[in-house]
């Protein structure tokens, strides 16, 4: 089935273009992981601290090989003392 992530990161101040750089770097690599089916990082209109990643994946096994990826555990550790709360991630699957 397939799963779809959700990711919040909400920048401590001063660290909004940290942030977007850290999210512009990981996009690309696990774009071309083959079982990711799509990844967007979004900006918030109404709060320039805060940023969203949503990914789909064929199914959750797909996305835990990604959680292991270098690309990934890197992006985590470089976001992580650049965001003002601990990492916010949601696993969905879609209400048809």
């Known amino acids: 089935m397939e799963l779809f992530i959700f990711a919040r990161f909400h920048a401590r101040t001063g660290q909004e273009t ?3 750089a850290a999210l512009r770097k990981v996009i690309a690599p696990t774009r071309q992981e083959p079982c990711c089916v799509s990844i967007h990082a979004f900006r918030s209109i109404r709060d320039e601290r805060l940023f969203y990643i949503h990914s789909r ?3 959750e096994v ?3 090989d990604h959680v292991g990826q270098p690309h990934t555990v890197q992006f985590a550790e470089e976001m992580q ?3 003002d709360h ?3 991630t949601t696993r969905a699957n879609l209400i048809e």
Do not use: G, K, Q, T
């Open 18 to 20: 940290r942030v977007e």
């Open 86 to 88: 601990e990492l916010d």
């Open 57 to 59: 994946w064929i199914d």
């Open 81 to 83: 003392p650049l965001i």
């Open 62 to 64: 797909a996305f835990d």
